[in-house]
């Protein structure tokens, strides 16, 4: 077998629809130039090689950068070129580990749907592995019905948290109505209405630390939907807490809702956002039970703002689009969530039920059927 071949042949065992390494090799070899494979690999780094090489429909949908727009930004071409390449050895680099394996187990297997793979390969952190790469194998299309799917739950578990939100807020407006003091009125309703107003909160948050495109977007939405998952697992007993705290006579109210803020820190196993869970300093009274009630609200929300806000933030950040590139490879990102969240849910066993619930709606091209046989 000659050179050409013998390279050309050594690298067939990559995603089907990655033709992006195999392109960069195939333009060098077919070069007249006597250089080795590793002055080749680092020949194939050149930025005057990438745009004629990386499609563009690669460098959008699985990549996540708009070419483009950065060009017209004013960025340089050099500038662009560098961060495609570096974000692909990032992705390859990110697959590496398990590429190979999902290949050859899916090898013959025309599967096209998330559902047939966690059936196939069971409904576990496997599974889930098992989608995810065929799903990144299959590029933009693959990755945004996961993405819609994440998406379609996520607003289910955050009109679920302000559903909850509403009744404690409810609560406080009402109490409100009880006090003398009309500065102690207004304090209260301001509370309500901002605790009302933490989902909006949560959805400009999760946008910032879960937005963008591509396979790292991907991520960065399946991070906010385990979260909040984890947010409204938890919520039923967080507001049975605070609605017990808000109810009965304003001598027990501060108590009750000092204990109602440290059983929420507790529920959700974490600090919180201390700026946010500080709460805001309620108007001085001259009725000492109307001023039990100011402060101990005043507590209340400020722990569910806080921890909630908090934890999302915390969670996210560490699972997100931003961390992916220090994580090494799907397991390892699952296996980080179930670490994330064992204290608020059941640890691995909860992630991988959470993810297939996305993953299960996934759709791609086979990966397996039409991969070219290694030799």
Request: net charge positive; proline share 2%.
């Amino acid at each position: 077998m000659n050179t050409k071949k013998r390279h050309t042949v050594g690298r067939k065992n990559r995603f089907k629809n990655d033709v992006i390494v195999e392109a960069i090799f195939n333009r060098l070899l077919s070069e007249s130039v006597e250089t080795s494979p590793s002055s080749r690999w680092r020949r194939s780094m050149d930025r005057s090689l990438l745009p004629s090489v990386l499609p563009e429909s690669y460098v959008r949908g699985v990549l996540g950068i708009d070419r483009g727009r950065l060009l017209f930004e004013g960025k340089s071409s050099k500038y662009v070129d560098e961060l495609v390449l570096k974000e692909h050895l990032i992705f390859e680099g990110f697959w590496d580990t398990v590429k190979d394996k999902v290949v050859s187990a899916v090898k013959e297997l025309p599967i096209t749907k998330g559902v047939e793979s966690a059936k196939k390969f069971g409904e576990n952190a496997k599974g889930c592995v098992v989608i995810l790469t065929q799903v990144a194998a299959d590029g933009e299309s693959g990755i945004s019905t996961v993405v819609n799917g994440a998406e379609n739950l996520m607003n289910k578990g955050l009109q679920a948290i302000q559903k909850a939100l509403n009744k404690v807020s409810a609560r406080i407006k009402e109490l409100a109505k009880n006090l003398k003091n009309d500065k102690a009125k207004s304090f209260l309703e301001a509370s309500g209405t901002k605790l009302e107003s933490i989902v909006t909160t949560i959805v400009s948050g999760v946008k910032k630390l879960a937005g963008g495109g591509g396979w790292k977007g991907m991520f960065g939405v399946l991070a906010a939907y385990l979260a909040i998952s984890a947010v409204r697992q938890k919520i039923g007993n967080i507001i049975e807490i605070a609605l017990d705290a808000l109810s009965g006579d304003a001598k027990r109210m501060l108590s009750a809702a000092k204990k109602a803020g440290a059983a929420i820190k507790d529920a959700l196993k974490d600090d919180g956002d201390e700026k946010e869970g500080s709460g805001e300093n309620p108007p001085k009274t001259e009725d000492s039970s109307e001023q039990e009630v100011l402060n101990g609200i005043s507590i209340l929300t400020g722990a569910i703002r806080g921890v909630i806000t908090g934890f999302l933030k915390s969670s996210i950040g560490a699972l997100g689009k931003e961390a992916i590139s220090q994580i090494a490879g799907p397991l390892a990102w699952i296996k980080k969530a179930a670490d994330i969240f064992k204290e608020v849910a059941e640890g691995a066993e909860w992630v991988s039920e959470k993810l297939l619930a996305v993953l299960k709606r996934a759709t791609f091209k086979p990966l397996g059927a039409s991969q070219p046989a290694s030799t």
